[in-house]
C-alpha cells in the first residue's frame, strides 16, 4: 500500500537476484512521508568556521560561519559489509573494511568541520542490501548521497580515482565496474540499462554531475600533492543498483584499485584514508558553495 496525496504517474518494473518490484511514482507528497529514527540527529544550526580562499570568503576572524545553503544532511554509504567483502587485494585487504574506515572517517570531517548532518548506512561490518542504501538516504530526507568503494581490475597494473553518478554506462569499463559492484552479471547491468533509459527522467542527474565533477576534482588534487602518479581517472556514468530510486544528487567514489599493489597498500595506510576524506569533504564543500 503506497501512503500519497496524490499520483500523477507511476512505472512498475522487476529486478532480480533478489527477486522485488520496483514502483517509481511522481505525484505530490507531504514534508515528511515517515517518523525519522529517533538516533538521526537534527542538523547543527552553528558550524566551525572555515578558512577563506582566494576570490570567496567562507569566515572571517569575526566569528562568521560556514553556511551550508540548501545542503544539510549527507548519507554517507560505505560499500559492501558482512558476508560482501567487495574486491579483495592480492594481500588480502577486503574492500568493505577499507571503505567503513574511510565512510567514518569522512562522517567525522563532514560533522566537524562543515557542521552537516551526517547518517551512515552502516557504522560497523554488516552487510546491507544495495536497494535499502538509497531508501534510507530518502528516509531522513538527505540532501547528498555519498557511496564510497575501492576500485579493482583484473589488469593489476590499472590504478587511479574516479568518480561515478546514475547513467547509463558510455564505455564498456564503465559496464564492468557495475556489474561488479552490483554484484550481478553484464547481461543483468544491460536489463537495468533498458530500465534506467525510461527512468532518467525522474534523477537528478545534472546535480549529480556537478557533485561528482567536484568531488572528483577535489579528491585527486589534494592526493595527487601528497603521493605521486596517482591518476585522474575522471568523472564517469553507470548503471549502479545503489543510486538508483536516490531522490538527491548521488555519487559512487572509487578512491583507489585494490587490485593494484601499490595502491591496496596506500589504502592501509591511515595517512592515506585521512587525505581521501578531506579530499571528499572538499569536493562536498566546494559543490555547496556552487549552489549559492
Partial sequence: ??????????????????????IDVKGERRTEISRIDESIQ???????PV??????ERGTATGSRFKPAKIRRIVVDPGHGGHDPGAVGADGLKEKDVVLSLGLKLSRLLKEKMGLDV????????FIPLEERTAIANKVNADLFLSIHA??????????????????AKTDKAVRVAARENNTSLEKVGLLQTILFDLMANYKINDSARLADEVQKALHGRISNKYQGIKNLGVKQGPF????????????????????????????????????????????????????
Avoid: W
Fill in 51 to 56: 578558512k577563506a580562499s582566494a576570490g570567496k
Fill in 119 to 126: 547518517v551512515m548506512t552502516r557504522s560497523t561490518d554488516v
Fill in 1 to 22: 500500500m503506497l501512503d500519497i496525496e496524490n499520483v500523477r504517474d507511476y512505472k512498475i518494473f522487476p529486478l532480480s537476484d533478489p527477486f522485488r518490484i520496483i
Fill in 42 to 48: 537534527a542538523p547543527q544550526t552553528d558550524s566551525v
Fill in 241 to 292: 543498483y545503489v543510486l538508483v530510486g536516490a531522490t538527491m544528487p548521488s555519487i559512487l567514489v572509487e578512491t583507489a584499485f585494490i587490485s593494484n599493489e601499490h595502491e591496496s597498500r596506500l589504502l592501509r595506510e591511515d595517512a592515506y584514508q585521512d587525505h581521501v576524506a578531506a579530499g571528499i569533504m572538499e569536493g562536498v564543500r566546494n559543490y555547496i558553495d556552487s549552489l549559492h
Fill in 151 to 168: 576500485n579493482a581490475s583484473l589488469n593489476r597494473s590499472a590504478s587511479g580515482i574516479e568518480t561515478y553518478y546514475l547513467n547509463l
